[in-house]
C-alpha cells in the first residue's frame, strides 16, 4: 500500500486539496460550499484526506454515518497518483474507521464503466446489489449499487 498520511477534514482550509482532486476526478465535482456544509454536520459526515511524504493532498474519501451504515460519498485520487495503492489505503482506513463509529455495513455508488473503481472495492468485499439508472450526467451513465456486510471482519479481509 501507499506510503501517505491519512488525516480527518476538520478545517475550511483543508478544503482546496479535496477541491483539486475533485476537479481532476469528476466530470460533476462538488463545491466548496457542499464540503463547507459537510464539516457542519459532524457526527454524520465525515472526510479524510490523504497526503504524500511531501504533505500534498493526492487522494480522498468522504462518507456518511447514517445509524449502523456507512454511505461512501466520493473516493478520488489524483490522477498520476492512481494505481499507486492510495486508494486502498483510504478505503481500508474509511472501513475501520466505521467500524469504529459502529458501523457493521457499507454501500456506495459506481459508474458501471469505471473498472478500476469496480476492482477495488470488489478486492474489499463489495457485491453489485442494484442499478441506478441514469444516475450520473456528463455523461449519462448508470450507477452500480455496491454493499459489502460485516465490517467488523474489515481487519481481517
Known amino acids: 500500500m501507499a506510503t501517505c498520511r491519512i488525516e480527518l477534514l476538520t478545517t475550511a482550509d483543508q478544503i ?28 454524520v459526515s465525515y472526510c479524510f484526506l490523504a497526503r504524500d511524504a511531501r504533505g500534498q493532498a493526492v487522494g480522498f474519501c468522504s462518507f456518511w454515518r447514517i445509524l449502523d451504515e456507512l454511505h461512501i460519498n466520493n473516493l478520488a485520487v489524483l490522477p498520476d497518483r492512481r494505481r499507486a495503492g492510495v486508494g486502498s489505503t483510504l478505503l481500508a482506513h474509511v472501513l475501520s474507521e466505521g467500524v469504529r463509529l459502529g458501523a457493521g455495513r457499507a454501500t456506495l455508488e459506481v459508474r458501471r464503466s469505471n473498472e478500476a473503481a469496480r476492482l477495488l472495492y470488489e478486492r474489499f468485499g463489495f457485491t453489485v446489489r442494484g442499478v441506478r439508472q441514469a444516475y450520473y450526467t456528463g455523461p449519462v451513465e448508470d450507477a452500480l449499487v455496491l454493499w459489502r456486510e460485516g465490517l467488523s471482519d474489515v481487519a481481517t479481509s
Open 16 to 43: 482546496d486539496g479535496v477541491l483539486a482532486i475533485e476537479q481532476a476526478s469528476f466530470t460533476n465535482p462538488w463545491t466548496r460550499e457542499m464540503y463547507l456544509a459537510e464539516l457542519e454536520n459532524r457526527g
